[in-house]
């Protein structure tokens, strides 16, 4: 499978999903897994974006350590992709403002939960790899992405 292809995999299990897990690792050592809304947009092949509150616990251990993995699935568990890579911090009005028109219909959780501010920064995950799994075909795709890949 091609870059493009798993791309548009991805694409099309956040379509059908409209979230995903993403896990991070505290100053610890000890992993922390959170229900995140992610998205793709194509502007921005082999990027995958989420928004969160700069006060979250979250920022603090991405600026720790900047390594993720997400983790999503359909609703019917046909297919599950993993995606790990490295997460910029992003307080780009202009790409805010693109994130917040592609996904923000579909964020009442975080704004409940992100009562005091309506201040959020956007994730950028920059993919390095991503394996997309058939569990019960027990077919498997792994996709190795290089920043050439981002950069154009």
């Not at 923000?104 to 959780?109: E, I, S």
Request: negative net charge; charged residues 25%.
């Amino acid at each position: 499978m091609d870059k493009k292809s798993m791309m548009d995999k991805i694409a099309a299990v956040l379509d059908d999903s409209k979230t995903g897990v993403m896990a991070t690792v505290d100053k610890d050592g000890k992993p922390h897994l959170r229900w995140m809304t992610p998205l793709i947009l194509p502007q921005w092949p082999g990027a995958l974006f989420a928004v969160t509150s700069p006060d979250f616990p979250k920022v603090m251990q991405l600026d720790g350590n900047n390594h993720v993995e997400w983790m999503i699935q359909t609703r019917a568990l046909d297919q599950v992709i993993n995606v790990s890579g490295g997460i910029n911090i992003l307080d780009n009005p202009s790409l805010k403002a693109q994130v917040i028109e592609a996904i923000g219909q579909k964020l009442a959780v975080f704004w409940k939960v992100n009562t005091a501010s309506t201040d959020f920064v956007v994730l950028e995950t920059i993919i390095e790899e991503a394996v997309w799994f058939k569990p019960m075909k027990g077919e498997r795709e792994v996709v190795q992405f290089a920043k050439e890949d981002i950069d154009g």
